[in-house]
Nanobody, 122 residues
Framework: VQLQASGGGLVQEGGSLRLSCAAS?????????IGWFRQAPGKEREGVSC????????YYADSVKGRFTISRDNAENTFYLQMNSLKPEDTAVYYC???????????????WGQGTQVTVSS
């Protein structure tokens, strides 16, 4: 499994970005859970959101509820993280990963993609 996160960049506070997570070498199966994580310099990796392919269950970290939306495009074999009302504290490298069950606990995720940098200026 090879995952690639993309769509990061530099944006002003209050702006929006949409991150994409594309898979190569396999097709998402019915039980896959996709998670978005982020890691800021000097901080631990933080679970941001996850989506169950099985039943559509979604989790969000409290820090992003109401601002971020996770979604999936089955036809494109791609997952997305729409990020609105961005804040400087959202600045981090964002990663997508696959897990066998719904959780925001990073150690439960098996396959990790390369990250994409998101920088929010004040």
């Amino acid at each position: 499994v090879q995952l690639q996160a993309s769509g990061g960049g530099l944006v002003q506070e209050g702006g929006s970005l949409r991150l994409s997570c594309a898979a190569s070498g396999f097709t998402w199966n019915a039980d896959d859970v996709i998670g978005w994580f982020r890691q800021a310099p000097g901080k631990e990796r933080e679970g941001v959101s996850c989506l169950s392919s099985h039943d559509g269950t979604i989790y969000y970290a409290d820090s992003v509820k109401g601002r971020f939306t996770i979604s999936r495009d089955n036809a494109e074999n791609t997952f997305y993280l729409q990020m609105n009302s961005l804040k400087p504290e959202d600045t981090a490298v964002y990663y997508c990963a696959v897990a066998p069950f719904v959780t925001l606990y990073a150690d439960s995720y098996i396959d990790w993609g390369q990250g994409t940098q998101v920088t929010v200026s004040s």
